[in-house]
């Protein structure tokens, strides 16, 4: 495989207002745990009981397994074609996570009660390594065919783009979250 050494831009919600959260996101029993816990503690945040935030998700066969729930939602008009238009259950209308304004208003670590593929995005963990996403001549990790081209690459901060810069650069505030609190979040 060609080693992976894409140019990205910041993520930046006034141009995409979340796109990557369209589908919600798949979270361990660990983190469903945490979550039900915070429904529960913060009452005036959350107007349903912690069962009306979570489902169970087949994306496509190849992600199997307990998610949050998603609602409908209008994209702007870049948003891509083969994406649904919804947003999972925690984001707000202007792309931003009701769990993280939960930790900022705690004054603790903004990404305390954020699953870890919220908080990693673009970047994905495999066998307890960190993997950026492809260069632009690579196929996405999640290409299926031409009516579902992929998911990182048609994001405006996961795709290698010219005007970019290192991955390790734009992503060191992930990167070095990942180093810190991994084993303890696992």
């Not at 503690?41 to 190849?62: A, K, L, Q, T, V």
């Not at 990790?141 to 048609?154: K, L, M």
């Amino acid at each position: 495989m060609t080693k992976r050494n894409p140019k990205l831009k910041k993520c930046d919600m006034t141009k995409c207002a979340g796109y990557c959260c369209y589908d919600g996101v798949y979270i361990s029993d660990e983190e469903e745990k945490t979550l039900r816990q915070l429904i529960k503690n913060h009452p005036n945040d959350f107007s349903e009981s912690p069962d009306f935030y979570f489902e169970d998700g087949n994306w496509e066969n190849r992600v199997v397994g307990r998610k949050t729930k998603i609602r409908p939602f209008k994209y702007p008009d870049d948003f891509p074609k083969h994406f649904n238009q919804t947003k999972c259950i925690f984001g707000d209308d202007n792309g931003l996570c009701i769990l993280q304004k939960i930790a900022i208003r705690e004054n603790i670590h903004e990404w305390s009660y954020k699953p870890w593929a919220c908080i990693m995005f673009p970047l994905t963990i495999q066998d307890g390594q960190i993997v950026p996403p492809p260069n632009r001549d690579q196929p996405d990790d999640d290409y299926i065919n031409e009516d579902y081209p992929g998911y990182t690459n048609c994001l405006y901060c996961g795709k290698d783009c010219d005007g970019g810069q290192d991955w390790k650069k734009v992503l060191s505030r992930e990167i070095l979250y990942f180093k810190t609190n991994y084993s303890k979040k696992r």
